[in-house]
């Protein structure tokens, strides 16, 4: 992950020629301290990240940290303080701010589902659905709150969905197209296929020469169906408007992976504030 790039492309943004209302009002030569404080419930996450974007700034600001990524947080807990140069941490503060809330939002959202699979063997994945250009950090968030990342992109991994083998010409064609484009670009990728129904499974099945088997918008007892057909030939994930109220359900299939796109669209960001500590 590029960090580096990635900060420099937000602070672009944000900051340009300056940050004219701090260095209109604030002192260049001003010292101060701040400290970063939730106001929420959850588990958080991006604080790695805000150190990175903190010194990417000023390399003489300093982090204190108390609460690391990951942990359970609660209104009122004071996850790190920062001290330095009084105009360096005002830049920082609300791209520091943006990115934790919704890295801790992601976090908590992914760590709710985690805890509703507990007792199975199953694997939770994101998915694609992400911001395009925080996309790797969405999916660092899914991984702190317990979660697991699907492919990163379309460059790395083979997946074939329903547009795929319709425009293909078939589940058939498609697969075999797929093993040609690997065999004559000399790429070693895994290939997934996304079925919606047990017809489609079936062609899958006598096909074969796929890694993966997408069973996607089957009800549960469809699932566990189609994971007794495939008898442990092929890797399978759920997938398709699963949500809270239906993920322990589907756990229960007997299914490799469970990939959620709400873990990356549909999350709540947390609350928090960096806050001034003036000495008196």
């Keep these: 992950m590029d960090l580096s790039n990635f900060i420099q492309r937000i602070i672009d943004e944000d900051i340009r020629d300056g940050d004219h209302t701090s260095l209109s009002c604030i002192p260049e030569e001003a010292v101060d301290k701040a400290r970063l404080i939730v106001k929420d419930t959850g588990i958080l996450a991006g604080v790695e990240l805000g150190i990175e974007i903190f010194k990417h700034i000023d390399s003489q600001l300093e982090v204190e940290v108390f609460i690391e990524d990951g942990a359970e947080v609660k209104f009122g807990d004071i996850a790190f303080f920062v001290s330095g140069k009084t105009q360096s941490i005002l830049q920082a503060e609300r791209l520091v701010l943006n990115c934790m809330q919704r890295m801790s939002g992601i976090a908590t959202m992914t760590n709710r589902f985690v805890k509703l699979t507990e007792g199975s063997e199953v694997k939770l994945l994101d998915t694609r659905k992400t911001t395009p250009g925080f996309r790797a950090l969405e999916k660092w968030a899914v991984r702190i709150g317990g979660g697991h990342n699907h492919r990163m992109?379309?460059?790395?991994?083979?997946?074939?969905?329903?547009?795929?083998?319709?425009?293909?010409?078939?589940?058939?064609?498609?697969?075999?197209?797929?093993?040609?484009?690997?065999?004559?670009?000399?790429?070693?990728?895994?290939?997934?296929?996304?079925?919606?129904n047990l017809e489609e499974l079936g062609e899958v099945l006598e096909v074969g020469q796929v890694d993966r088997i997408m069973l996607d918008n089957f009800s549960p007892e469809r699932i566990v169906e189609a994971v007794k057909i495939i008898d442990g030939r092929f890797e399978t994930e759920a997938s398709g408007g699963i949500n809270l109220d239906t993920i322990a359900s589907y756990a229960k299939t007997g299914v490799d992976y469970i990939s959620v796109g709400a873990l990356t669209h549909s999350y709540q960001s947390l609350d928090m504030s960096l806050k001034a500590i003036k000495e008196s």
Excluded: F, P, Q, W
Excluded at 168 to 184: C, F, M, Q
């Design 153 to 196: 992109g379309l460059y790395d991994m083979i997946m074939i969905k329903d547009n795929h083998h319709d425009y293909a010409g078939g589940i058939k064609a498609a697969i075999e197209s797929t093993r040609k484009y690997l065999t004559d670009k000399e790429l070693d990728l895994k290939v997934e296929i996304e079925v919606r």
